[in-house]
């Protein structure tokens, strides 16, 4: 099955700032690259998603790129602010939005 | 944009009793929903995979007779933890998707087993 490796596991950034998250997925038949921030107890809420036939996305402050042929692909998100502080995932799917595999989480803390 | 709901948002039982999670969609119909386990601090792992009209699919090193998965309808899938033991308690999660467009998480189920 699919497995998706994502790091780091904590981030800490200053107000303002810029975070980026990695993840690195194995099976080259994934074709949908979702992230989802979710806050403490509480639903996994998608972000931003992007699918294989596309580099790149972006969406106001939150841009995902993805590189097939490394099998990577990162979340970037531009000034940052405190409410931007929750534990995001990344997954990895080959049949759309179903069968997500969750990559181990990032804790990101934007510190005012 | 669409709504899954679970049933109950938290559940106490006592080992050896079973427990039923109801996941719903309200706004939509759900061939396929998926159930999730997140332990502390930790990732959503793919339990199995419920398909309304037959028999859900399992993730390896799930077991099928501990976590029952009735899709009774195209809108209501239910996971049954029979026999619970502590190391059971976890957060359950189910989501649908609506074709393969995104897929819409419920707020999760709560589970301590004493």
């Known amino acids: 099955g699919e497995n998706v490796e994502q790091h780091p596991s904590t981030l800490s950034v200053q107000e303002g700032d810029s975070a980026v998250i990695k993840c690195t997925y194995s099976?080259?038949?994934?074709?949908?690259f979702p992230w989802y921030k979710q806050e403490l107890g509480k639903r996994p809420q998608l972000i931003i998603d992007i699918r294989s036939n596309v580099g790149e996305k972006k969406d106001q402050r939150i841009a995902v790129t993805l590189n097939k042929t490394a099998k990577h692909f990162s979340l970037h998100i531009t000034e940052t602010q405190p409410e931007d502080s929750a534990v995001y995932f990344c997954a990895a799917s080959r049949q759309g939005a179903n069968n997500l595999f969750f990559g181990t989480g990032t804790r990101l803390t934007v510190i005012p | 944009g669409a709504v899954v709901s679970q049933h109950p948002s938290w559940v106490i039982c006592k080992s050896g009793t079973s427990v039923k999670i109801e996941c719903r969609s309200l706004?939509?119909?759900?061939?396929?929903m998926f159930w999730y386990r997140q332990f502390p601090k930790q990732s959503l792992m793919l339990m199995a995979t419920?398909?309304?009209?037959?028999?859900?699919?399992?993730e390896q090193g799930v077991e099928k007779d501990k976590f029952l998965i009735n899709h009774a309808s195209l809108t209501l899938s239910t996971l049954t933890v029979t026999s619970a033991h502590p190391e059971d308690s976890s957060f359950y999660i189910c989501?649908?998707?609506?074709?393969?467009?995104?897929?819409?998480f419920g707020p999760g189920t709560r589970l301590t087993v004493t």
């Open positions: 989501s649908a998707p609506i074709l393969y467009s995104e897929q819409y």
């Open positions: 099976d080259s038949a994934s074709n949908y």
């Open positions: 419920s398909n309304e009209g037959s028999k859900a699919t399992y």
């Open positions: 706004d939509f119909q759900a061939t396929t």
